[in-house]
């Protein structure tokens, strides 16, 4: 198993930016060329929900309410992956998390990204 920790997150107003950033430093840089690597996120009363994915070959997916304003990205060799979160409105509002998909990874404590109106 791989344990990751996310950074990188805060408080900004409607409109803002924030750069998501994820690690996994006890793993082997396998475990970013190997599996696709995802961001997901938890609001408080809401179950966690996919945002984005990016394969091994770097084709990304993403939500369609982030689609055109947010951005995933990884870094093989320093064992990182990211999120560039541009235009961010109030519902983007939860604790952002990195996952592995496919391996039952357990999840990290995530960062929080509150949004102001």
């Known amino acids: 198993q791989v344990r990751f920790v996310e950074s990188g997150g805060g408080s900004v107003q409607a409109g803002g930016s924030l750069l998501l950033s994820c690690v996994a430093p006890r793993a082997i840089t396998s475990v970013f060329t190997e599996f696709p690597l995802a961001w997901y996120r938890q609001a408080p009363g809401k179950q966690r929900e996919l945002v984005a994915t990016?394969?091994?070959?770097?084709?990304?997916n993403y939500a369609d309410s982030v689609k055109g304003r947010f951005t995933i990205s990884k870094d093989n060799s320093r064992k990182k992956v990211y999120l560039q979160m541009n235009n961010l409105k109030p519902d983007d509002t939860a604790v952002y998390y990195c996952h592995r998909e496919g391996p039952d990874d357990p999840w990290g404590q995530g960062t929080q990204v509150t949004v102001s109106s």
């Open positions: 990016i394969t091994t070959n770097r084709n990304t």
